[in-house]
């Protein structure tokens, strides 16, 4: 497909409800959609950075700034015959994964428009539907964070994750795990620890959790090694995952028994692919981690998750979570099972309302 124009919107939008973290109080979220054009069809993707540079030194306006200057340069005019070819294209820019992820989402999109496929079909997904959970963030007190939890239990949600923070750990997993003793139950810290002040997780062990995710820094794979050989409990590497090389280092040091897969913080879903293989291959654990995306994002999320080597339930909960107005036509709606079906239309299968589009474009750039 030659490439013939790009454009890029940066956007905002309100969440429905705060979400906090150990880095941080979010109100609204940040990311770029891009749209892009080829042979007469129109691709989507999804950046995920956000506003501020607290989950990865990645934010919306470094994403700009990369896809304007140099990403969209590279793919402008060119003949790209397969979205993992873009890959090529992106390496002499260093870093930038969620830059790079976003543009490259919108090129499997319009293969699939092409084709007359699904992103599921193209992946080689299995599942029409797959399971998830829901990530809450930190509460005011243990006691409202046992309160939401009950309300996403009767959402329908057979997997919670609970957002953990130095002061908010061991109080707030064991009230959950009081409240509801058979609950599919994970938390995650997003690097808030070092080696020395994870010894305060420890009674986290004896909470029967499925996973503790990303304890120590993301630069840290070795301390994380180390961490995992004081726990039952498999370590789940979420930030520290950036490459397929990280991956399979992680897996041999011992870093991790357990993978979130984000397309985002890896440099796009062929590189998500070739994790999800490499750790099947292992027959390590790996499941679809989030990043409060649109319904473009999700769409390419679910259509990840459908492939066999992800066994435990996404970070892909439905529409309502997250936004009072998305800007996909399509909403997404929690089965009663805990599943949320897959799309099945060509591409990522979702259609874009423009005038929501409008209303949450901060900033819109065509290229050329
Ligand atoms: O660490 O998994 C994370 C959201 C933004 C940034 C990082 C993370 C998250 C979540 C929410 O946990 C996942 C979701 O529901 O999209
Ligand atoms: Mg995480």
């Keep these: 497909m030659k490439i013939d124009r790009v454009t890029l919107y940066h956007l905002r939008m309100p969440l ?19 749209e892009v054009q080829a042979d007469g069809l129109t691709g989507y993707g999804e950046c995920v950075a956000d506003r501020s540079p607290g989950y990865a030194y990645e934010t919306s306006g470094t994403a ?8 969209v340069p590279a793919v402008l005019g060119q003949d ?6 873009f890959q090529r294209l992106a390496a002499a820019v260093r870093g930038h994964p ?24 193209l992946l080689g997904g299995q599942r029409a539907r797959v399971e998830v959970g829901v990530s809450v963030g930190i509460q005011e007190s243990p006691e409202a964070l046992v309160g939401v939890v009950a309300d996403y239990l009767r959402q329908g949600y057979g997997r919670i994750k609970i957002k953990i923070k130095p ?24 690097s808030a620890y070092t080696l020395e002040s994870a010894a305060v997780l420890r009674p986290l062990d004896d909470l029967n959790l ?13 301390d994380h090694s180390k961490l995992q050989a004081q726990f039952q409990t498999p370590i789940c590497l979420d930030e520290s995952i950036r ?3 990280h991956a399979r280092q992680a897996l041999e040091m011992g870093a991790c028994r357990i993978i979130n897969i984000k397309q985002g913080r890896v440099g796009g879903l062929s590189q998500a692919l070739a994790i999800h293989d490499l750790c099947r291959e292992r027959d390590v654990p790996v499941w679809c981690g989030g990043m409060l995306e649109t319904g473009v994002g999700r769409a390419a999320n679910l259509a990840l998750a459908s492939l066999p ?33 897959v799309p099945d239309g060509p591409g990522l299968g979702v259609s874009i309302d423009r005038v929501a589009l409008e209303r949450f474009t901060l900033a819109k750039l065509q290229l050329p």
């Design 243 to 245: 490459s397929p090389r």
């Design 16 to 34: 429905r409800a705060p979400f906090e973290t150990s880095f941080g109080r979010a109100y609204e979220r940040e990311c770029i959609l891009l």
């Design 98 to 121: 969620m830059a790079k992820a976003g543009l490259e989402m919108a090129l499997w999109d319009l293969q699939g428009k092409r084709e007359g496929r699904s992103l599921r079909e």
């Design 309 to 341: 080597g992800f066994t435990l339930p996404g970070d892909i909960s439905a529409t309502d979570r997250y936004y009072e107005q998305d800007i996909t036509r399509e909403r997404f709606t929690l089965n009663p099972d805990s599943t949320i079906d």
């Design 80 to 85: 790209i015959a397969q979205p993992v070819d």
């Design 64 to 71: 700009w700034h990369i896809l304007r200057d140099f990403l």
């Design 167 to 190: 002061g908010r750990d061991v109080i707030d997993a064991q009230a959950v795990r009081r409240a509801f003793p058979d609950v599919r139950l994970q938390v995650d810290a997003n």
């Design 210 to 222: 499925l996973l503790i995710e990303q304890p120590l820094a993301e630069d840290d794979l070795w």
